[in-house]
């Protein structure tokens, strides 16, 4: 009888350990996520956010409110695991716009997992699917990443010189939320090295990221635009003049 019970118990835990194993490998933290944003989505709204987006892409419709509800309490599962770039992958190539958004706030809730090795992973979402919305929010991701690392300040200068425009402009703005800690030679440099261009995105970020530094160093950003005021655009000069 023991050599039976002992049989039964053994293929109790190997059936026990074969599901969780199973269930770990088909199953995901994220696998409703998807259903539960398409079922809230509403036609009329997915077509004003589009507009919005110059019709670049398709919207469900869910505005941000509703959809920040809904993938809070997948993130929160998600921060038990290890940072996921198969999830963020899979977002990125939904047709709607919503799951390149979910997408972000995941990595935004994961910043202190993200290294210098994650760069050309995040260069990689930068140049697909392109656009101001998820470019602006992922300089911030890349902000931080740099703050923590200073040696890949190196990269944010090749960065500066990408043929991608919305590369440039992440290594433009990229020190958007360093204030006092900005690196000031580099972000010369950085800004220099875009001088010429007509691009719109970039003329912006340029002048955008002067005035938000002119917050913290008024003398520095007027001194930058005296130095330069042949060669900066006058978008960049408007924009970064906002404030002095």
Same mark, same amino acid.
């Given at each position: 009888?023991?050599?039976?019970?002992?049989?039964?118990?053994?293929?109790?835990?190997?059936?026990?350990?074969?599901?969780?194993?199973?269930?770990?490998?088909?199953?995901?933290?994220?696998?409703?996520?998807?259903?539960?944003?398409?079922?809230?989505?509403?036609?009329?709204?997915?077509?004003?956010?589009?507009?919005?987006?110059?019709?670049?892409?398709?919207?469900?419709?869910?505005?941000?409110?509703?959809?920040?509800?809904?993938?809070?309490?997948?993130?929160?599962?998600?921060?038990?695991?290890?940072?996921?770039?198969?999830?963020?992958?899979?977002?990125?190539?939904?047709?709607?716009?919503?799951?390149?958004?979910?997408?972000?706030?995941?990595?935004?809730?994961?910043?202190?997992?993200?290294?210098?090795?994650?760069?050309?992973?995040?260069?990689?979402?930068?140049?697909?699917?392109?656009?101001?919305?998820?470019?602006?929010? $992922?300089?911030?991701? =890349? %902000?931080?990443?740099?703050?923590?690392?200073? *040696? /890949?300040? #190196?990269?944010?200068? !090749?960065?500066?010189?990408?043929?991608?425009?919305?590369?440039?402009?992440?290594?433009?703005?990229?020190?958007?939320?360093?204030?006092?800690?900005?690196?000031?030679?580099?972000?010369?440099?950085?800004?220099?090295?875009?001088?010429?261009?007509?691009?719109?995105? $970039?003329?912006?970020? =340029? %002048?955008?990221?002067?005035?938000?530094?002119? *917050? /913290?160093? #008024?003398?520095?950003? !007027?001194?930058?635009?005296?130095?330069?005021?042949?060669?900066?655009?006058?978008?960049?000069?408007?924009?970064?003049?906002?404030?002095?």
């Amino acid at each position: 009888m023991d050599g039976v019970f002992s049989k039964i118990l053994n293929l109790t835990l190997y059936n026990s350990i074969h599901s969780r194993i199973y269930y770990f490998y088909n199953n995901m933290w994220y696998d409703n996520l998807f259903a539960e944003m398409e079922k809230n989505k509403n036609a009329e709204q997915a077509k004003k956010m589009s507009a919005y987006m110059k019709n670049k892409f398709v919207f469900l419709g869910i505005p941000k409110p509703k959809l920040n509800e809904i993938i809070k309490p997948y993130i929160k599962e998600g921060k038990k695991h290890d940072l996921d770039w198969k999830f963020v992958n899979i977002c990125w190539k939904k047709d709607y716009r919503e799951a390149q958004y979910a997408a972000v706030e995941y990595l935004e809730s994961l910043i202190k997992l993200l290294t210098n090795d994650d760069l050309p992973m995040l260069k990689k979402l930068i140049v697909t699917k392109s656009w101001w919305d998820t470019t602006d929010s $992922i300089d911030a991701i =890349i %902000g931080k990443i740099v703050l923590n690392n200073k *040696k /890949t300040e #190196k990269e944010m200068l !090749k960065w500066s010189k990408d043929e991608n425009i919305w590369v440039r402009r992440v290594a433009v703005d990229f020190q958007l939320q360093y204030k006092e800690k900005t690196n000031q030679k580099l972000f010369e440099q950085i800004i220099v090295n875009n001088f010429g261009t007509d691009e719109f995105f $970039i003329n912006k970020a =340029i %002048g955008w990221s002067l005035r938000e530094y002119s *917050k /913290t160093n #008024k003398k520095w950003v !007027k001194d930058f635009i005296n130095k330069y005021k042949d060669r900066l655009h006058k978008l960049s000069v408007k924009e970064a003049s906002k404030y002095l």
